[in-house]
């Protein structure tokens, strides 16, 4: 009877592994060859190069911006066209996608957002598309590579896209009282907790402005006021301190002209914590008007007030 | 820790090679290895269940040891009894005291009985249904002779905490520790259907459950400001969902499975090619079936047989209420189990229920058109029961099919957007055409058969279709249960 060498099985299931090992590698680089192709392959034949007039006021922000500034009636005293990136949610990668659209020499508007800064990755709206600059510029300031996988993944759908437009859009009402949208806890965890994600935020947010300079724009940096029972913990918050440190850097290095834009009203200029409602929005971009109006050449960061 | 994620790749490539490269030449070795491996990979999603886990297997343990060692059948027996309602009563105490307080709180509430009872902090295990299912069937198997108690606590406690099974199944049988005592070779095709069952699981969860969720989700959260088409097809994809997402979580695990040599029970066939409804359960979630069937409806119908048909209509409504009342704590599961039991009455009475028929093909390969209808109507009564499964209570079910019902159930369904419904029609008709085609098979993806030139085209379209219409990552559905 013939007996099984035990060696022999042993190096043929030796043999088994190694050919698994191989085939699996091969599978692995062609799969990743492909998956690379496509995405490549896509973002070519579905990218249509977007120009836009550098005559053109460009704007860019989270929801503060977008609730706080009236496109129309900006435009209609500058006499120009606005284009506007900035959405509720919006995320710095988001403004990194946006910065790269503009042209250089154009007039910037731009939000220097602590809500953007500080709120978890996770709910950042990061949907402006595919851009791979964009997305190893946030892995390069220390995004981690989940959150890069995630803002792929958003945008793997979206190479198809204009990050800037000019359609106006439904200001919040004027009200007697203040809405509640998120509770007031929900602002004291946002300010109050340090967050990973600070330093990566900041870290690009810097760069995307620095491409800004170095596109010669003029660039107006815009502070956003939150409700006084915000800012009542706020001010003295771990993050309020970072902000405010990140905000120094920025007046120093790009040597920006600070100013404070205070708005006056007997009515109520804010619809909930942190989103001005249509009067505050009003009052707010007659002053941006004239500012961007009298001075073409400065660069400026305005921080808003409301007294 | 799930099948997947980046972490669970990690630690997959970590087991592989450690499993298979420095601990071949001892299977003792390799089942420590694995035992804490999979004590790891439990205790990474709560470390504060795992004495639980650990305290049950070993009771469990002794049990099976007590059992054979008796010297009485009496003393077996109650040995056996303590077994069953030590597991019983981890489930009820784990997943459903609280159900059972408010219920009854409420009850009392009804009848004008003011109560002072309150609920518990209590935290669910993550897999508590599955491995005490384990646990309570080695001792019902012991005591029956089917096995042979193991003297080894490792093979137990690793057959009781495999990791691939022990968070969703599949629920084997006692007879796998034969499998954990033999000698495991490392086996190349085993392993390549092994990473093509977990392709095809990956598929069918990130492309067709998670993109089902996106609309299931919104309109279940909406229900009644949707009109009845749109009602239907979120009804119609909500069944693709769970079908795609329960499946795949265990075509993964059965791959995962394959990868360390091991062959795992499989858990679905290709359920929604069934005739009728009896079919239907001999296809879905069969590891859940065979064990319910074997320990309650089967000791049940004996019970009962003298009933005749009565009597085994009566066993198969338990049956499936405790089908229903396995997957949580809420009267909706134990509607849906009802439903279902309900719809075997016709089949009992007619004398269909045991009889298996095969599905016939016309020249082809499609179903001739009789079956196509059985199919269909198999298919619609499910869709309807996964509306029950689906709803948070038994008010929202009634609210949704209620909406279903009427006259807008024939207007245009509400579909999202273009980028949305195409690439998500395409991967459940994908994902049927390719189940149909290898229905006599074990997995979607078992391609063995065909050319390479063919196999590595579909791996391709499989792969992208991943990575480029894969959905946002949603929970695995039954987690929960």
């Known amino acids: 009877m013939k007996v099984a060498n035990p060696l022999r099985l042993s190096i043929s299931n030796s043999d088994d592994m190694s050919k698994f090992l191989k085939r699996i590698l091969i599978a692995m680089l062609l799969f990743s060859a492909l998956i690379v192709g496509v995405c490549f392959l896509l973002h070519f034949l579905r990218q249509k190069p977007v120009t836009y007039d550098s005559e053109c006021v460009f704007v860019w922000g989270d929801s503060g911006m977008y609730q706080g500034l009236d496109l129309k009636l900006l435009g209609d005293k500058m006499g120009k066209q606005i284009l506007s990136a900035a959405g509720h949610g919006s995320g710095i990668y988001d403004f990194l996608v946006s910065q790269k659209n503009i042209p250089d020499n154009a007039v910037t508007v731009v939000s220097f957002s602590e809500a953007a800064l500080c709120r978890n990755p996770l709910s950042d709206y990061n949907r402006k598309g595919f851009e791979i600059d964009c997305l190893k510029e946030v892995f390069l300031s220390g995004c981690s590579v989940n959150e890069c996988i995630r803002i792929l993944n958003l945008n793997k759908k979206s190479f198809r896209y204009m990050a800037f437009s000019n359609l106006p859009h439904t200001m919040y009402p004027f009200a007697d009282s203040l809405v509640y949208p998120e509770p007031l806890p929900l602002w004291h965890s946002l300010f109050e907790e340090p967050k990973d994600w600070f330093p990566w935020k900041a870290k690009a947010y810097t760069k995307g402005l620095q491409h800004l300079f170095d596109k010669h724009s003029q660039i107006i940096l815009v502070q956003f006021p939150f409700d006084e029972q915000v800012e009542s913990f706020a001010k003295n918050s771990i993050n309020r301190h970072l902000s405010d440190s990140l905000k120094r850097v920025l007046i120093d290095e790009y040597a920006l002209k600070y100013d404070s834009v205070v708005l006056h009203s007997d009515s109520l200029l804010m619809h909930d914590l942190s989103h001005m409602n249509e009067v505050g929005a009003r009052l707010f971009t007659l002053e941006i008007a004239e500012i961007l109006r009298s001075d073409t050449v400065n660069n400026y960061f305005i921080e808003v007030m409301i007294q | ?481």
């Open chain 2, 1 to 481: 820790m799930v099948f997947n994620s980046i972490p669970f790749v990690l630690f997959f490539v970590v087991v592989f090679f450690v499993y298979w490269l420095l601990l071949k030449k001892s299977t003792k070795t390799q089942n420590i290895f694995l035992l804490v491996a999979s004590y790891f990979f439990y205790g990474y999603a709560n470390w504060k269940m795992l004495p639980l886990l650990i305290v049950a297997t070993a009771v469990f343990y002794f049990l099976g040891i007590g059992i054979s060692q008796s010297e009485s059948e009496k003393k077996a027996s109650i040995l056996r009894a303590l077994g069953v309602v030590l597991g019983v009563g981890i489930l009820l105490y784990f997943k459903y005291l609280n159900f059972f307080i408010e219920s009854f709180a409420n009850l009392f509430e009804s009848m004008g009985l003011h109560t002072n009872w309150h609920t518990f902090n209590i935290i669910m295990p993550l897999g508590v249904s599955f491995f005490t299912f384990r646990l309570i069937s080695y001792v019902i198997d012991v005591y029956n002779g089917e096995v042979e108690p193991t003297r080894d606590v490792v093979e137990f406690a690793t057959y009781i905490a495999f990791f691939p099974c022990i968070l969703s199944g599949p629920i084997d049988k006692p007879k796998f520790i034969s499998q954990l005592h033999q000698k495991r070779e490392f086996n190349y095709n085993q392993a390549v259907d092994g990473m093509r069952q977990i392709l095809w699981g990956l598929f069918k969860k990130l492309v067709v459950a998670d993109n089902c969720a996106v609309y299931v989700d919104q309109v279940f959260s909406s229900h009644t400001d949707q009109s009845g088409s749109t009602l239907l097809l979120a009804a119609i994809f909500c069944s693709f969902q769970v079908y795609a997402d329960f499946s795949g979580y265990s075509d993964m695990a059965i791959g995962v499975g394959k990868l360390l040599g091991f062959s795992i029970t499989r858990n679905f066939n290709n359920p929604f090619f069934a005739l009728n409804v009896a079919d239907f359960w001999r296809r879905w979630h069969m590891s859940l079936t065979s064990w319910i069937t074997d320990y309650v409806f089967t000791p049940l119908s004996f019970q009962f047989r003298r009933w005749g048909k009565v009597g085994m209509i009566i066993a198969i409504i338990i049956n499936m209420v405790v089908v229903g009342l396995w997957h949580g704590a809420n009267w909706t599961f134990v509607v849906f189990g009802l439903y279902h039991g309900l719809l075997f009455v016709p089949l009992v009475l007619s004398g269909a229920f045991m009889k298996k028929d095969r599905l016939s093909t016309n020249k082809i390969g499609l179903p001739v058109l009789k079956d196509l209808g059985r199919m269909l109507l198999t298919f619609a009564l499910v869709v309807f029961g996964v509306v029950i499964f689906r709803a948070e209570n038994i008010g929202q079910a009634w609210e949704y099919v209620c909406g279903m019902c009427n006259r807008s159930i024939f207007t245009v369904p509400w579909l999202i957007n273009r980028e949305y419904y195409i690439p998500t029609f395409v991967s459940v008709l994908l994902l049927l055409l390719t189940e149909w085609v290898s229905r006599a098979k074990q997995h979607g993806l078992s391609v063995e058969n065909c050319s390479v030139v063919f196999r590595w085209i579909f791996y391709s379209v499989i792969v992208i279709l991943i990575v480029y219409e894969g959905g946002q990552p949603a929970p695995f559905v039954y987690f929960q249960f």
